[in-house]
């Protein structure tokens, strides 16, 4: 197979695994693709995964690639309230939780940190639609404060709330308190039940 038949069949996915390419053609030569990697057609995200090089300068792939090379995953934490604008800061590093095993990688696309949540609290995320079709999955802003609480339990007090510098105005303007109150009645956490509570009284909501 030459890199243009391939490129023609796989691009439009955007990233691909060995197994993926096997299951379709398994007598495909695996040394095609460190071929393909040293010429600077393709990249790799991590052991086993790769995307197009062409895709490194396009906005929302590095997203995209999150959901794909550890899934399942949504993107969270940090990266989701920088999305919503709810901290100041720009987040380089893609954010996500996961049902798997805590992970990183780095690789063309940037640097992806993935933190393990349990099973029953894999919810509370929306799919963000990029502009040629395709999706990758976003905690919605109330599910991605409730992640930062429950996976750095550091943050307890009122001032600790405090130095998470959430925007003010974001926090009574937007936040949906009701939303917020939800899903901490729904996991049914005495101690994740406190840190809302206390994020509440901290920012006067």
């Known amino acids: 197979m030459t890199y243009t038949q391939f ?4 691009h439009s996915l955007g990233c691909f695994s060995v197994n993926q390419v096997r299951a379709i053609k398994p007598t495909f030569n695996r040394s095609n693709l460190y071929q393909w990697q040293q010429a600077g057609y393709i990249v790799s995200l991590r052991q086993g995964w790769y995307a197009f ?4 300068q396009q906005p929302d792939y590095a997203r995209y690639f999150a959901g794909k090379i550890c899934a399942p995953s949504y993107i969270s934490l940090h990266t989701a309230l920088s999305f919503y604008g709810i901290i100041p800061e ?3 590093e893609i954010t996500s939780v996961t049902t798997q095993k805590t992970c990183h990688y780095k690789n063309a696309f940037g640097q992806f940190s993935y933190q393990t949540i349990r099973p029953r609290l894999f919810w509370g995320f929306v799919p963000k639609t990029m502009r040629d079709g395709k999706q990758y999955m976003m905690a919605k802003p109330e599910k991605a404060i409730i992640d930062l609480l429950y996976l750095y339990p550091q943050y307890a007090s009122v001032e600790d709330m405090r130095e998470l510098r959430l925007d003010e105005d974001w ?3 937007e936040l949906d308190k009701e939303q917020l109150i939800e899903y901490v009645e729904r996991i049914g956490s005495p101690a994740i039940t406190k840190r809302v509570k206390t994020l509440i009284q901290a920012y006067e909501l």
Do not use: I, L, S
């Open 90 to 92: 720009a987040v380089v």
């Open 53 to 56: 090089a062409d895709y490194v």
């Open 171 to 173: 926090m009574r303007e």
């Open 7 to 10: 490129y023609n069949q796989w």
